[in-house]
T-cell receptor, first 114, second 115 residues
Framework: AQSVTQPDIHITVSEGASLELRCNYSYGATPYLFWYVQSPGQGLQLLLKYFSGDTLVQGIKGFEAEFKRSQSSFNLRKPSVHWSDAAEYFCAVGASSSASKIIFGSGTRLSIRP | GAGVSQSPSNKVTEKGKDVELRCDPISGHTALYWYRQSLGQGLEFLIYFQGNSAPDKSGLPSDRFSAERTGGSVSTLTIQRTQQEDSAVYLC?????????????FGAGSRLTVL
């Protein structure tokens, strides 16, 4: 069965600084990987996804993530954060076999320092 | 519908009572998921329905929890004899497709408070 680890519970960065949120997964084959964001008082929204092909994927709001098979990682990055990026970020994994549940990590809460 | 609809949005109940939470997925979505988000916690997988297949119930925390999906559409999550630790936001999501490549569309959630 697949699993996801997000080692950072809470991260604070200054506005305009770069950001990297870590995600490690466990799955025996090539996984399907996702990042979702949950802004305060809002529902969960898909930021980006990796299914196959180019290991660097671009998402909405200027976010990108890179799939590294050798490290079982799918870290989320943004070159310059904005105050509106303050939110909870969840990494998720789905199996590449047929009909599979999606498993989420415990989330990383991002705070922005003015 | 246009989105995933959940009801009630808020439910306060007394310990020991039963509760039912409803999810109406996007029309045509064959997959439906229930997750639980406790305060400060991540999304805990509860149950997954895919078409007419037997549901994946591996995430249900105890036999007090059950869920059904009628006619491949609306789903109801039932919690019997509620406990205070059941207090959480219960999120429903639906998606197209048959694989782990599903992109989920989430509802706004049902916030359950057990007194």
């Amino acid at each position: 069965a697949q699993s996801v680890t997000q080692p950072d519970i809470h991260i604070t960065v200054s506005e305009g600084a770069s950001l990297e949120l870590r995600c490690n997964y466990s799955y025996g084959a090539t996984p399907y990987l996702f990042w979702y964001v949950q802004s305060p008082g809002q529902g969960l929204q898909l930021l980006l996804k990796y299914f196959s092909g180019d290991t660097l994927v671009q998402g909405i709001k200027g976010f990108e993530a890179e799939f590294k098979r050798s490290q079982s990682s799918f870290n989320l990055r943004k070159p310059s954060v904005h105050w509106s990026d303050a939110a909870e970020y969840f990494c998720a994994v789905g199996a590449s076999s047929s009909a599979s549940k999606i498993i989420f990590g415990s989330g990383t809460r991002l705070s922005i320092r003015p | 519908g246009a989105g995933v609809s959940q009801s009630p949005s808020n439910k306060v109940t007394e310990k020991g009572k039963d509760v039912e939470l409803r999810c109406d997925p996007i029309s045509g979505h064959t997959a439906l998921y229930w997750y639980r988000q406790s305060l400060g916690q991540g999304l805990e997988f509860l149950i997954y329905f895919q078409g007419n297949s037997a549901p994946d119930k591996s995430g249900l925390p105890s036999d007090r929890f059950s869920a059904e999906r009628t006619g491949g559409s609306v789903s109801t999550l039932t919690i019997q004899r509620t406990q205070q630790e059941d207090s959480a936001v219960y999120l429903c999501a639906s998606s197209l497709g048959l694989s782990g490549a599903n992109v989920l569309t989430f509802g706004a959630g049902s916030r359950l408070t057990v007194l």
